[in-house]
C-alpha cells in the first residue's frame, strides 16, 4: 500500500524560505512521477510542480512557481523535495504530494505579508 507523508510546512514571512519533504512507503520512488498540489483560499487545486523519470531531471513547474519552486527525489530516504524560496502571501495554503494516484494529507504553508 502506498502511503505519503508531507512535513515540513509551517509560517514564514514573505521572502522566506521553507522545504517541504514527502516520504513515500510502499513503493519505490525511483521510477514514478511525484506531483505537488497546494489548495489556496482563493484559487482551487492547483498543480505547482511534477518530477518524473528515474534521473529526476525532468520536472515541469506552474508559471506561478516557476523560478522560486524545485522539485527533487532522493532515492534513499525514498522521499521527494518541494523547496520554496522567494515566499509570497499568494502562496499560502495547503501542499499535497501525490504519487500513483494516492494523496498525501497535506501540510499548511502560512506566507504573513
Known amino acids: 500500500q502506498v502511503q505519503l507523508v508531507e512535513i515540513g510546512g509551517g509560517e514564514v514571512p514573505a521572502g522566506g524560505s521553507l522545504r517541504l519533504s514527502c516520504v513515500v512507503s510502499g513503493v519505490s520512488i525511483r521510477r514514478d512521477t511525484v506531483d505537488w498540489y497546494r489548495q489556496t483560499p482563493v484559487k482551487q487545486r492547483e498543480l505547482v510542480a511534477v518530477i518524473g523519470g528515474i534521473t529526476g531531471f525532468d520536472t515541469h513547474y506552474a508559471d506561478s512557481v516557476r523560478g522560486r519552486f524545485t522539485v527533487s527525489k532522493d532515492n534513499s530516504p525514498n522521499t521527494a523535495y518541494l523547496e520554496m524560496t522567494n515566499l509570497i502571501p499568494e502562496d499560502t495554503g495547503v501542499y499535497y504530494c501525490?504519487?500513483?494516484?494516492?494523496w498525501g494529507r497535506g501540510t499548511q504553508v502560512t506566507v504573513s505579508s
Open positions: 501525490v504519487m500513483r494516484k494516492n
